[in-house]
């Protein structure tokens, strides 16, 4: 035996494929928003910058090290050196004399190409400082926008959510007034086909948007106002009313 509704309580069904479409189109807002994009987008960069970050803290600090390391050098020979022009101050001996500044012309030698290297390395490390520095700016830039559009993002999803939240309201008020068989089949056919209910219109289904043929508008016109009917193309739930051709 075929589900019987009213006509009325038929109608409202319309109602609720309304809200349950609003609720659909929301989803999808909220999963389609551009600030979503421009996180990932943002979040890819900022991982970027990092990582450069990181390296270029990396090469900074070995940098720093090396020239701590070369800086110890230059002490030690500087060391060596202000040792040897003590002894030789107080020498008197030809043959230490001739060593010491055989030595004393190594060590200025060794200490030259020392203050080489040591420049070189504290301009390396300049340069690789103002580059941390740069990528480290970026990073933080980077994050800063993500936190923008993150906040705009909540704000966004807080206004859908309200939207949500108010549909759903008023779906639990509709779904209370009407027959729970009545219901029950709507959601079956909405959760199976994609729509519950489907407004019959001059012959042609809202659902589908198809014109009915003649046998089924025949089937349709066969049937009780309270009986409910389902559109033989979406498989939803056909409201009939004075517009609808029958």
Do not use: F
């Not at 020392?114 to 390396?124: G, H, K, S």
């Not at 042609?204 to 193309?233: F, Q």
């Amino acid at each position: 035996m075929p589900l019987k509704a009213s006509p009325e309580d038929q109608a409202v069904l319309l109602e609720l494929q309304a809200i349950d479409t609003k609720l659909q189109q929301l989803a999808h807002r909220a999963n389609s928003l551009p600030e979503i994009a421009t996180i990932e987008t943002l979040t890819a960069e900022a991982e970027e910058a990092r990582l450069a970050s990181v390296g270029d803290s990396g090469a900074l600090e070995d940098a720093r090290i090396e020239l701590k390391r070369v800086e110890s050098d230059v002490e030690v020979v500087e060391a060596r050196i202000a040792r040897d022009l003590g002894r030789l101050d107080t020498t008197s001996s030809v043959k230490d004399v001739a060593g010491l500044e055989t030595e004393l012309a190594a060590l200025r030698k060794r200490q030259s190409d020392l203050e080489d290297i040591q420049l070189a390395v504290m301009e390396r490390v300049e340069e690789l400082e103002a580059r941390a520095r740069a990528t480290s700016e970026e990073h933080e830039a980077l994050r800063a926008r993500i936190a923008e559009a993150e906040s705009a993002r909540d704000a966004a999803l807080a206004i859908i959510n309200g939207e949500r939240e108010h549909a759903a309201a008023n779906r639990s008020v509709i779904t209370g007034k009407l027959p729970v068989e009545l219901v029950a089949l709507y959601e079956r056919q909405r959760e199976r086909y994609g729509a519950g209910a489907s407004l019959l219109q001059g012959g042609v289904s809202s659902a589908s948007g198809v014109k009915l043929n003649e046998n089924d508008m025949a089937a349709i016109r066969a049937a009780a106002p309270d009986d409910v009917v389902l559109c033989p193309d979406s498989n939803a739930i056909l409201v009939r009313t004075s517009e609808s051709g029958i």
